[in-house]
Protein backbone atom coordinates (compact mmCIF):
# COMPACT_ATOMS: atom_id res chain seq x y z
CA UNK A 1 0.00 0.00 0.00
CA UNK A 2 1.31 3.40 -0.46
CA UNK A 3 2.50 5.30 2.16
CA UNK A 4 4.31 9.33 2.41
CA UNK A 5 6.02 9.33 5.54
CA UNK A 6 7.19 12.90 6.29
CA UNK A 7 10.38 14.23 8.45
CA UNK A 8 9.80 15.56 11.95
CA UNK A 9 8.62 18.50 14.11
CA UNK A 10 11.19 21.31 13.49
CA UNK A 11 11.76 24.79 15.40
CA UNK A 12 12.84 27.65 13.57
CA UNK A 13 14.64 31.13 14.67
CA UNK A 14 12.76 33.97 12.04
CA UNK A 15 14.89 34.61 9.35
CA UNK A 16 16.43 30.80 8.78
CA UNK A 17 15.68 28.25 6.92
CA UNK A 18 13.64 24.54 7.19
CA UNK A 19 13.68 21.27 5.09
CA UNK A 20 11.23 18.62 5.01
CA UNK A 21 11.26 15.36 4.03
CA UNK A 22 8.65 13.23 2.37
CA UNK A 23 9.46 9.72 1.59
CA UNK A 24 7.10 7.42 -0.53
CA UNK A 25 6.94 3.86 -0.62
CA UNK A 26 4.36 0.81 -1.97
CA UNK A 27 4.67 2.36 -5.28
CA UNK A 28 6.72 3.39 -8.47
CA UNK A 29 8.24 6.94 -7.01
CA UNK A 30 9.01 8.52 -10.30
CA UNK A 31 5.40 7.22 -12.13
CA UNK A 32 3.71 10.50 -10.02
CA UNK A 33 3.98 14.33 -9.45
CA UNK A 34 4.43 14.71 -5.14
CA UNK A 35 2.92 18.25 -4.01
CA UNK A 36 3.42 20.11 -0.79
CA UNK A 37 0.11 21.90 0.93
CA UNK A 38 0.32 23.79 4.37
CA UNK A 39 -2.26 24.59 6.65
CA UNK A 40 -1.72 27.61 9.35
CA UNK A 41 -3.11 26.83 13.29
CA UNK A 42 -7.34 27.24 12.71
CA UNK A 43 -6.63 27.78 8.54
CA UNK A 44 -7.16 26.47 5.37
CA UNK A 45 -5.12 24.50 2.91
CA UNK A 46 -2.92 26.48 0.91
CA UNK A 47 -0.93 24.46 -2.51
CA UNK A 48 2.40 25.50 -2.44
CA UNK A 49 4.07 23.66 -5.59
CA UNK A 50 5.16 20.20 -6.99
CA UNK A 51 7.82 18.54 -8.19
CA UNK A 52 8.31 16.34 -11.04
CA UNK A 53 10.63 12.75 -9.50
CA UNK A 54 11.18 11.79 -12.69
CA UNK A 55 12.93 15.28 -13.79
CA UNK A 56 13.34 16.93 -11.09
CA UNK A 57 11.05 19.57 -12.68
CA UNK A 58 8.96 22.13 -10.60
CA UNK A 59 6.47 24.74 -10.28
CA UNK A 60 5.44 26.90 -7.63
CA UNK A 61 3.18 28.91 -6.53
CA UNK A 62 3.78 32.29 -7.45
CA UNK A 63 3.71 33.49 -3.69
CA UNK A 64 6.64 30.97 -2.92
CA UNK A 65 8.37 31.86 -5.39
CA UNK A 66 11.81 32.61 -5.03
CA UNK A 67 11.58 31.38 -1.71
CA UNK A 68 10.73 27.76 -1.82
CA UNK A 69 12.69 24.74 -3.39
CA UNK A 70 11.88 21.39 -4.10
CA UNK A 71 14.21 18.65 -4.63
CA UNK A 72 14.15 14.50 -4.61
CA UNK A 73 16.42 11.83 -4.22
CA UNK A 74 15.12 8.88 -6.71
CA UNK A 75 17.51 6.30 -5.09
CA UNK A 76 15.52 6.65 -1.67
CA UNK A 77 12.24 7.91 -3.22
CA UNK A 78 12.44 10.69 -1.34
CA UNK A 79 10.92 14.02 -2.05
CA UNK A 80 12.18 17.46 0.03
CA UNK A 81 10.97 20.90 0.62
CA UNK A 82 13.29 23.84 1.44
CA UNK A 83 11.40 27.10 2.46
CA UNK A 84 13.99 30.38 3.48
CA UNK A 85 13.67 33.45 5.34
CA UNK A 86 10.83 32.26 7.83
CA UNK A 87 9.11 34.03 9.68
CA UNK A 88 6.22 33.65 11.74
CA UNK A 89 3.79 33.71 9.20
CA UNK A 90 5.37 30.75 8.12
CA UNK A 91 3.99 28.40 11.14
CA UNK A 92 1.86 25.81 9.58
CA UNK A 93 1.84 21.82 9.46
CA UNK A 94 3.09 21.02 5.99
CA UNK A 95 1.94 17.60 4.13
CA UNK A 96 3.60 16.38 0.56
CA UNK A 97 0.74 14.74 -1.07
CA UNK A 98 0.83 12.49 -4.43
CA UNK A 99 -1.04 13.41 -7.20
CA UNK A 100 -3.08 10.29 -8.25
CA UNK A 101 -5.54 10.89 -10.97
CA UNK A 102 -6.22 13.78 -13.09
CA UNK A 103 -4.90 16.93 -10.62
CA UNK A 104 -6.01 15.30 -7.30
CA UNK A 105 -4.15 14.34 -4.48
CA UNK A 106 -4.86 10.42 -3.63
CA UNK A 107 -2.49 10.24 -0.71
CA UNK A 108 -0.99 12.30 1.69
CA UNK A 109 1.88 12.27 4.37
CA UNK A 110 0.49 12.74 7.97
CA UNK A 111 2.23 15.94 7.82
CA UNK A 112 4.74 17.99 9.71
CA UNK A 113 4.40 20.83 12.18
CA UNK A 114 7.57 23.85 11.59
CA UNK A 115 6.93 26.43 14.26
CA UNK A 116 8.86 29.44 13.66
CA UNK A 117 9.62 31.62 17.06
CA UNK A 118 12.18 34.09 18.50
CA UNK B 1 -4.95 34.38 -6.69
CA UNK B 2 -7.64 34.18 -3.98
CA UNK B 3 -8.68 30.87 -3.00
CA UNK B 4 -11.83 29.62 -3.60
CA UNK B 5 -15.21 30.95 -1.80
CA UNK B 6 -16.37 28.16 0.55
CA UNK B 7 -19.34 29.15 3.32
CA UNK B 8 -17.42 28.56 6.61
CA UNK B 9 -20.19 26.51 8.07
CA UNK B 10 -22.75 24.17 6.98
CA UNK B 11 -25.12 21.96 9.14
CA UNK B 12 -27.51 19.23 9.34
CA UNK B 13 -28.96 16.43 11.57
CA UNK B 14 -28.74 12.82 10.42
CA UNK B 15 -30.16 11.41 7.85
CA UNK B 16 -30.31 14.90 5.80
CA UNK B 17 -28.78 16.23 2.88
CA UNK B 18 -26.40 19.22 3.28
CA UNK B 19 -24.79 20.58 -0.28
CA UNK B 20 -21.20 22.93 0.04
CA UNK B 21 -20.79 25.57 -2.31
CA UNK B 22 -17.45 26.14 -3.89
CA UNK B 23 -16.97 29.37 -5.78
CA UNK B 24 -13.91 30.32 -8.20
CA UNK B 25 -13.75 32.07 -11.94
CA UNK B 26 -13.81 31.87 -15.34
CA UNK B 27 -10.03 30.68 -14.96
CA UNK B 28 -10.39 27.72 -12.44
CA UNK B 29 -13.37 26.18 -11.29
CA UNK B 30 -15.27 27.43 -14.69
CA UNK B 31 -12.11 25.92 -17.29
CA UNK B 32 -11.52 22.72 -15.93
CA UNK B 33 -13.46 20.26 -14.76
CA UNK B 34 -10.83 19.13 -12.39
CA UNK B 35 -12.56 20.30 -9.07
CA UNK B 36 -11.75 17.79 -6.08
CA UNK B 37 -13.01 17.62 -2.30
CA UNK B 38 -11.24 16.76 0.57
CA UNK B 39 -12.45 15.36 4.05
CA UNK B 40 -10.59 16.64 7.01
CA UNK B 41 -10.93 15.37 10.74
CA UNK B 42 -9.19 17.56 13.59
CA UNK B 43 -5.13 16.60 13.53
CA UNK B 44 -5.67 14.53 10.62
CA UNK B 45 -4.05 14.93 7.31
CA UNK B 46 -6.74 15.31 4.11
CA UNK B 47 -8.65 12.59 2.50
CA UNK B 48 -9.56 13.00 -1.09
CA UNK B 49 -13.31 12.32 -1.46
CA UNK B 50 -14.41 13.31 -5.04
CA UNK B 51 -12.11 14.26 -8.50
CA UNK B 52 -12.72 15.30 -11.84
CA UNK B 53 -15.45 17.26 -10.30
CA UNK B 54 -18.16 13.97 -9.89
CA UNK B 55 -15.94 10.75 -9.74
CA UNK B 56 -15.57 8.31 -6.45
CA UNK B 57 -12.11 7.06 -5.49
CA UNK B 58 -12.58 3.57 -4.33
CA UNK B 59 -13.75 2.92 -0.78
CA UNK B 60 -15.62 6.59 -0.33
CA UNK B 61 -19.29 6.13 0.15
CA UNK B 62 -21.75 6.82 -2.32
CA UNK B 63 -23.61 8.86 -0.44
CA UNK B 64 -20.80 11.89 -1.43
CA UNK B 65 -21.46 13.28 -4.86
CA UNK B 66 -20.12 16.10 -6.71
CA UNK B 67 -21.04 18.64 -9.39
CA UNK B 68 -20.74 21.88 -11.31
CA UNK B 69 -22.39 24.37 -12.82
CA UNK B 70 -20.50 27.66 -14.46
CA UNK B 71 -18.06 28.87 -11.68
CA UNK B 72 -19.42 27.04 -9.10
CA UNK B 73 -18.74 23.36 -7.37
CA UNK B 74 -20.75 21.39 -5.20
CA UNK B 75 -20.36 18.85 -2.81
CA UNK B 76 -23.40 17.00 -1.56
CA UNK B 77 -23.50 14.51 1.21
CA UNK B 78 -26.85 13.02 1.49
CA UNK B 79 -28.17 10.33 4.51
CA UNK B 80 -25.64 12.65 7.19
CA UNK B 81 -24.24 10.60 9.21
CA UNK B 82 -22.14 11.25 12.92
CA UNK B 83 -19.17 10.45 11.25
CA UNK B 84 -19.18 13.41 8.18
CA UNK B 85 -18.78 15.46 10.95
CA UNK B 86 -15.25 17.36 9.58
CA UNK B 87 -13.55 20.08 7.43
CA UNK B 88 -14.34 20.00 3.67
CA UNK B 89 -12.01 21.78 1.40
CA UNK B 90 -12.51 22.11 -2.38
CA UNK B 91 -9.55 22.40 -4.57
CA UNK B 92 -9.28 23.62 -8.50
CA UNK B 93 -6.56 23.21 -11.34
CA UNK B 94 -6.39 26.86 -12.06
CA UNK B 95 -4.00 26.45 -14.74
CA UNK B 96 -0.47 26.70 -16.20
CA UNK B 97 0.09 23.97 -13.44
CA UNK B 98 -1.24 25.50 -10.44
CA UNK B 99 -4.06 24.89 -8.06
CA UNK B 100 -6.21 26.48 -5.50
CA UNK B 101 -7.88 25.76 -2.77
CA UNK B 102 -11.24 26.85 -1.06
CA UNK B 103 -11.32 28.57 2.57
CA UNK B 104 -12.73 25.47 3.89
CA UNK B 105 -16.09 24.47 5.09
CA UNK B 106 -17.19 23.16 8.49
CA UNK B 107 -19.69 20.35 8.50
CA UNK B 108 -21.97 20.06 12.06
CA UNK B 109 -24.18 17.25 12.44
CA UNK B 110 -26.69 18.10 15.14
Known amino acids: QVHLVQSGAEVRKPGASVRVSCKAS????????LHWVRQAPGQGLEWMGW????????NYAQKFQGRVTMTRDTSISTAYMELSRLTSDDTAVYYC???????????WGQGTLVAVSS | QSALTQPASVSGSPGQSITISCTGT?????????VSWYQQHPGKAPKLMIY???KRPSGVSNRFSGSKSGNTASLTISGLQAEDEADYYCCAYAGSSTFIFGGGTKVTVL
Open chain 1, 51 to 58: INPTSGGT
Open chain 1, 26 to 33: GYTFTGYY
Open chain 2, 52 to 54: EGS
Open chain 2, 26 to 34: SSDVGSYNL
Open chain 1, 97 to 107: ARQGTLESFDY
